[in-house]
């Protein structure tokens, strides 16, 4: 990994990285965060399968909040937890990156603690307007973090694509959704 984080540091025209399932976990991601500080032409970075967890998901946000880079951020089916959900919104890296567009965090449990992760989502998605499509699909959300997210929902201009599928929602989860799109004007496809 550390070969590769030295060749981001220099290559501009890797435009795709999609190290999927590979098996990478926190010590790994540390190496490539450190070359994403100074890549300016990578748009994909696909992480999917692999074992990051809070400590890995801090790392790429430190990279991304230096480098405006990439547009499309893959890490789903990985071990990220409410804290790293929390850490990658809380690092003002989706606050401030004005690049990001599809945030894929599909497949991983937020259970422990969802409902902190879902505030800090929340509070991005008042003031970002970069962020297009949001993939939250299967993380085992209840309506008490569907609620906290209804609230960012609300304020929310940029968002086009919200996948919700797959998780512990009830009949009260999607009425606050339904009250959220009443003051929502940009979300074009709910799952």
Not at 128 to 137: A, M
Request: charged residues 25%.
């Amino acid at each position: 990994m550390q070969a590769l984080a030295e060749a981001l540091k220099t290559n501009n025209t890797l435009q795709d990285l999609k190290l999927c399932a590979c098996e990478l976990g926190d010590d790994a991601i540390t190496l490539l965060a450190d070359g994403l500080r100074q890549n300016a032409g990578l748009r994909t970075l696909d992480l999917s399968g692999n074992s990051l967890a809070a400590n890995g998901v801090k790392n790429i946000a430190r990279a991304l909040k230096e480098n405006d880079g990439p547009e499309v951020l893959c890490l789903d089916v990985n071990h990220i937890t409410a804290d790293g959900v929390k850490a990658l919104s809380d690092s003002e890296t989706l606050f401030e990156n004005n690049s990001l567009q599809d945030l894929d965090l599909s497949c991983n449990i937020f259970t422990e603690d969802a409902s902190q992760g879902m505030q800090a989502l929340a509070e991005v998605l008042k003031t970002n307007k970069v962020l297009q499509d949001l993939n939250l699909r299967c993380c085992e959300l209840g309506d008490d973090a569907i609620t906290l997210l209804a609230d960012g929902l609300r304020q929310n201009a940029g968002l086009r694509t919200l996948d919700l599928s797959e998780n512990c929602i009830s009949a009260n989860g999607v009425k606050n959704i339904a009250r959220a799109l009443k003051e929502n004007d940009g979300l074009e496809v709910l799952m």
